[in-house]
């Protein structure tokens, strides 16, 4: 397995995990167990899943239609947090990832979004984009990016802490294996972590395969490529997206086609039944899978070969796998979280999770794996939809504010050069530094910020020089700190309003510090675990010490959670 440094190695532990992921607090208080294997409890895999853009209502608005196999099992049998956060913002899906299998959060981990500018380039970064490393695809290596672009140049070299696939491995002599799959190449790479044996992500348009990155390796699985030549995308598309029960199920959803649901590109309304193929040339090709329920069965299809090709769980060094489930976030951004596509996805969704965890108990063995649920964030409200109700929600861009701030700091300190404002990204104000040469930073900051709350949709607006000291005090701007990369974030951090966004007027979002986005679902089922519940509040940095604690192992390194020890056994 090719490395980038060697040094990742020394954030690798030794055992096999596979982990459900939901988003759930986790306590302290927790009875670490004495060594790897050393307890006949110990799962032989641990998978971890993440259910992108899950918000933790949708268990109980969906779950009197839920089969017995599937979240209801795990709910009915395993241990569920229920009033499980993100403490931190912003809540994105890089971040997410990132902060369920570190224990931590972006300040630490350091993957601050999804993108973030970087003053030194003068321009964005992505979360794991990696120049030194090449697409890998079943005809090898796409060395001049003619076949995947920059979809294959994709590892986890942003990331500055390591994971609990990282420290299984370690502690295990590298003899565990840990594999990440996903549709989206952050929810594959970032939950694997740095010594993983693979991650894999699906790259549609005119492929429709499953993809890596020569980062772990020069060649495709053999596996892996005889999934991919059997055209299941293709055959997917085909069937098309039905309503999946009678359409009085769905009562409490707004009604189809309604004005704050984006339509697939070409189509004329967003309304049952979907022809794929026939809209999948305007929407990608092949990508239009992952806006669909067939995104999850294709990704549940790989996870089963996964299992079966890499023997995970096969013998007593426990394995990890962990999966993110995409298409369910697709769907929320096209048509928010009271459609009817958004129920139909996770009822379909429901059905899958049944099959794998059924496929689990054939092939690893029931009582041999152990599964943690949770989510990378929740969403708002479809703000238009809210304010059709008089709800007090709206819209935001930071539009002409730069331009009202640059002539205000204009008029106090004489025209500059160059702008004052060098960027404006993820809620924060990055200031120029040539600009603002010869000024005194902390009265800058705060004059920008007081100005910056002159916006219609701010609710606070937080000076970097400040940040520390409101954090002690301020809810959100303790997020906002744990959020933040001290010489990586902004000068000034902005807060929009509650159920506020800046985005279109169908769909939704995510991002924010409110409870919408960082109340998510967490569940852990299998051996090792309680059955139970708590009300208690726990974190999303709490899952990985959780996991560890159950396999004995050391922590990821930058770990700032605590285990949730009444789930364990």
């Not at 967003?270 to 069965?297: H, M, Q, S, V």
């Not at 960027?423 to 040469?437: G, L, P, Q, R």
């Amino acid at each position: 397995m090719i490395r980038n440094s060697i040094s990742f190695l020394s954030l690798l532990t030794m055992t096999t995990i596979v982990v459900f992921t939901i988003g759930c607090n986790i306590e302290t208080d927790m009875v670490v167990k004495t060594g790897i294997g050393a307890s006949e409890d110990s799962p032989k895999l641990i998978i971890g899943i993440t259910i992108d853009q899950m918000r933790a209502d949708y268990l109980h608005r969906y779950s009197p239609y839920f089969s017995e196999g599937g979240f209801a099992r795990l709910q009915e049998d395993g241990f569920t947090c229920y009033d499980h956060h993100f403490g931190y913002a912003p809540t994105y899906t890089g971040p997410g990832h990132a902060s369920i299998f570190t224990g931590t959060t972006p300040a630490i981990h350091g993957i601050v979004a999804n993108d973030w500018y970087l003053r030194e380039n003068k321009g964005s970064v992505y979360c794991t984009s990696d120049d030194s490393v090449f697409g890998v695809g079943v005809d090898g290596i796409d060395k001049d990016g003619a076949v995947y672009g920059l979809s294959g140049k994709m590892a986890p070299t942003r990331m500055l802490t390591s994971t609990i696939g990282d420290e299984l491995k370690l502690s295990t002599g590298m003899k565990s294996k840990v594999i990440g799959i996903s549709l989206k190449d952050r929810g594959a790479i970032l939950p694997a972590g740095h010594a993983a044996d693979g991650a894999y992500w699906f790259y549609g348009k005119d492929k429709g395969h499953f993809i890596t990155s020569t980062y772990y390796g020069e060649e495709m699985t053999v596996w892996a490529k005889e999934f991919n030549e059997k055209a299941e995308a293709e055959r997917l598309i085909k069937l098309g997206w039905e309503l999946l029960r009678a359409p009085d199920t769905y009562d409490a959803c707004w009604p189809d086609n309604n004005p704050f649901e984006g339509p697939f590109v070409g189509a004329l309304k967003a309304t049952f039944p979907y022809d794929l193929e026939a809209l999948k040339e305007k929407n990608g090709g092949l990508d239009i899978l992952k806006g669909t329920p067939g995104g999850n069965t294709i990704l549940v299809d790989f996870a089963l070969a996964a299992i079966e090709g890499e023997k995970l769980g096969a013998d007593e060094i426990t394995d990890m796998l962990t999966i993110s489930f995409s298409s369910t976030d697709y769907v929320g951004h096209r048509c928010g979280s009271h459609a009817m596509e958004t129920m139909d996805m996770y009822l379909r969704l429901d059905l899958e999770l049944e099959r794998f965890f059924n496929a689990l108990d054939e092939n690893v063995g029931e009582g041999n794996w152990t599964v943690f649920v949770t989510s990378d964030h929740g969403a708002a409200t479809v703000p238009s939809l809210g304010a059709s109700e008089g709800l007090p929600t709206g819209y935001w861009s930071h539009g002409n504010m730069q331009e009202r701030i640059e002539e205000a700091l204009d008029l106090k300190y004489g025209n500059r050069e160059s702008n004052w404002i060098e960027n404006v990204s993820n809620n924060s104000i990055f200031i120029s530094k040539s600009a603002s040469a010869g000024v005194d930073k902390t009265a800058l900051q705060r004059l920008i910020a007081d100005l910056a709350l002159e916006e219609d949709g701010i609710l606070q607006s937080f000076p970097l020089v400040d940040l520390a000291t409101l954090a002690a005090v301020d809810p959100f701007a303790e997020k906002i700190y744990a959020g933040h990369r001290q010489g990586v974030s902004g000068d000034v951090l902005l807060v929009m309003k509650p159920g506020w966004l800046t985005y279109g007027r169908t769909g939704t979002s995510h991002g924010s510090p409110f409870v919408y986005d960082t109340h998510v679902p967490c569940i852990f089922y299998g051996s090792g675990v309680n059955y139970g519940s708590t009300h208690s509040r726990t974190y999303i940095r709490d899952i990985a010490p959780t996991v560890s604690s159950l396999l004995g192992l050391p922590y990821p390194n930058g770990t700032t959670g605590s285990p949730i020890s009444n789930l364990l056994d």
